[in-house]
């Protein structure tokens, strides 16, 4: 796990039945070389990873995430953003030099987990991840994570160590049937703000939707982690369908949500609103261009 980086433990090269005759002759060679005591990497390694260790500690959080991302887990969600170095310290590691470039020393909830390997584990990262994201960005994370490995939450915590109670109370707020970033955080918008909302709601018996709030279909950007080419030929044959049953759908960017949220709520409350087909109707002057004849 993290090998890929080319940063590794001298215990990590030893489980992997390299000899201390063997590190010694590809130090000797060049072809491994010394990063802080105890840890080696290849010419190639990744220099974030080299720089998180050389700081004394490893690779975590949503660095750590977006490795995973880049190495193996292509559908975990990271949110835009977070681009520092995040370091999750060492008690036993010593600092050689700080990294280059903008970091930050990152934590997670709970006892914290030895470091015994460059680039930390999802759970792991996830948890320390609880601190330096938003409740929102976190829970999308999760739920990216949970609809594309097939990780269910009881092998995350499993794996997490401690579990505290503000991370058990964002797990509860998850949904593996998720299908975007910005789908997990206008679910959470809406729950916040007094929806009752149905994810992934059928549609003609055979489409879904992203997500339902009374007769209001919401199709989110980004709309699926797994962005295959049908999706769009998917999105057509979904319209057809929510036109039959006349479903009024509204799309929604990932700026929407984050960034244009009180114009978002507002049009979804009008749309919602239990009076709207009386204001159809022409009662509401507000409205009279849309008033029927
Ligand atoms: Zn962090």
Request: hydrophobic share 35%.
């Amino acid at each position: 796990m993290g090998t890929e980086s080319g940063v590794f433990t001298l215990a990590e090269l030893s489980a992997m039945d390299w000899s201390r005759d063997d590190i010694a002759q590809a130090r000797r060679a060049g072809t491994l070389i010394s990063v802080t005591r105890g840890w080696v990497r290849s010419p190639g390694a990744d220099s974030r990873v080299v720089s998180a260790v050389t700081a004394g500690g490893a690779l975590s959080c949503v660095s750590a995430l977006r490795f995973h991302q880049a190495h193996g887990s292509p559908g975990i969600w990271i949110p835009p953003g977070h681009s520092e170095t995040h370091v999750r310290r060492s008690k036993h590691m010593k600092s050689a030099a700080r990294p280059t470039g903008p970091f930050r020393w990152c934590q997670g909830f709970g006892r914290p987990l030895p470091v015994t390997t460059a680039v930390d584990a999802i759970p792991t990262a996830l948890n320390c991840a609880a601190r330096c994201l938003g409740a929102e960005e976190w829970i999308a994370v999760v739920d990216s994570m949970l609809n594309t490995t097939g990780w269910t939450v009881p092998d995350i915590q499993a794996q997490m160590g401690t579990v505290s109670k503000t991370v058990a109370a964002m797990f509860a707020r998850c949904d593996e049937r998720s299908q975007s970033g910005t789908e997990s955080i206008a679910r959470l918008r809406l729950h916040a703000a007094g929806f009752r909302v149905d994810v992934q709601p059928s549609i003609g018996g055979r489409e879904h939707a992203d997500l339902r709030t009374g007769a209001l279909l919401i199709e989110c950007d980004g709309r699926s982690y797994h962005s295959d080419e049908n999706a769009f030929r998917n999105d057509r044959r979904r319209d057809r369908m929510t036109t039959i049953d006349r479903w009024i759908t509204m799309r929604l960017t990932y700026d929407d949500v984050l960034y244009g949220w009180d114009q978002v709520l507002e049009d979804i409350r009008a749309v919602t609103r239990p009076d709207r087909h009386r204001i159809r109707r022409g009662n509401d002057p507000r409205r009279a261009h849309v008033a029927s004849p």
